[in-house]
Nanobody
């Protein structure tokens, strides 16, 4: 059983930056692919980005390409989401998710087995 705890959310002005962190415990972190998803009020949860268990593969939804960067540190069981040039439409509850490494790219919520509670990101205009 993997437990995930997100942190780093907050209120930021448009154009600003935030760095989200996700701490994992209870499993062999280096054997899990990781993803970030987000959910805005009244909308479905949507994929943001993915990183493979080694960190060699990453994948981003089009709306965040060039602005967001996912990374991981398997030595300390952490995954990060660096967000720059934030826009009001990035406002959402951001979730960290994990799945047993599968060798592919995974962008659907149902493909992930473990979820954190989320951290709120609010971008003001």
């Amino acid at each position: 059983q993997v437990e995930l705890v997100e942190s780093g959310g907050g209120l930021v002005q448009a154009g600003g930056s935030l760095r989200l962190s996700c701490a994992a415990s209870g499993g062999t972190f280096s054997s899990y692919d990781m993803g970030w998803f987000r959910q805005a009020p009244g909308k479905e949860r949507e994929f943001v980005t993915f990183i493979s268990w080694t960190g060699a593969k990453t994948y981003y939804t089009d709306s965040v390409k060039g602005r967001f960067t996912i990374s991981r540190d398997n030595a300390v069981n952490m995954v990060y989401l660096q967000m720059k040039s934030l826009k009001p439409e990035d406002t959402a509850l951001y979730y960290c998710a994990a799945r047993v490494a599968g060798g592919g790219y995974y962008s659907r919520a149902r493909e992930y087995d473990y979820w954190g509670q989320g951290t709120q990101v609010t971008v003001s205009s």
